[in-house]
């Protein structure tokens, strides 16, 4: 399973539509608390996350999802208008795979997203 993070949902619906093509079953929850209480239940195959988000950060997600047992090695997209050294320095450091920049690219975020399907599934 894909699971996007994102609450805005124009660019929701954009990464839904550019990873439709996948065939993989998709998930896309607008909040920390859904994205922790979702992958809980099941652990997503890879996670496709926004910076900011209405009741935290990506990066505060990607530090308590890497706490959750199995999911240290789920490859973490990060797809955000926050393109700061800083933050992506700081994204990458806490396991992100790669960094998106908004707005969307849609051929390089599928492309992003099938690499780190292939590394998930070898690995």
Known sequence: MILAVEDDPVAAQLIEETLRPLRQPFVVVGTVADAMARAARSAPAVIVCDLGLPDGDGLALARTIRGLPGMRTVPLIFCTSDVSAAS????????????????????????????????????
């Open 88 to 123: 992506v320095s700081t994204a990458i450091r806490l396991g992100g795979v790669d960094y998106v920049a908004k707005p969307i690219d849609p051929d390089a975020l599928r492309e992003r997203v099938q690499r780190a399907l292939q590394k998930a599934r070898v690995a």
